[in-house]
């Protein structure tokens, strides 16, 4: 894979269209283990969800900046949910292990779309489709899933270097 398939060369650009990285044919699984994601990828989805033009629409009320805390909030959950996960495949993890975890994960998207409607502290809407856009990466499949979820979080590492030179402090 190469960072030619990015969408936006030109940092500088005022317009930023959806990064490709999360959208894919039917059937078809990201490859979040290519190290390339990490790279140009990474950096285009930074933009994305930390531009304020982006951030208003569908809104009702005025555009929210998006903030490193904001970020750094959700981060730590993604990697809170991946410290239980090592903690468990010391002692093997298994099924019943897998689906609380599993299940943590999804919760994650509920928690994106609260956050993005309430009125005050909102959680701007593209960053609410970068974490959707992430948990369903990841496979309910209890082996597919451990090795999705752990290069989900370092692309999620990525995008949070990245994303520290667009967000507010």
Known sequence: MSDDAGFNKDRSTNSHPVPRVGYKKPGERLDFADPEILGDRAWDW????????????????ESHNL????????????KNIQRSMLLKTADKLTDENWIRIYSKIKLLNAKAVYDSKRQSGTLPITFREFIEMCVRAISSVKNEGYIDFNNICLFFEAV????SEYTKK
């Open 46 to 61: 930074a933009i994305y969800i930390a531009d304020p033009k982006l951030n208003h629409k569908n809104q009702k009320w």
């Open 67 to 78: 903030t490193s805390n904001q970020v750094r909030r959700y981060y730590s959950e993604f």
């Open 160 to 163: 949070v270097g990245y994303s």
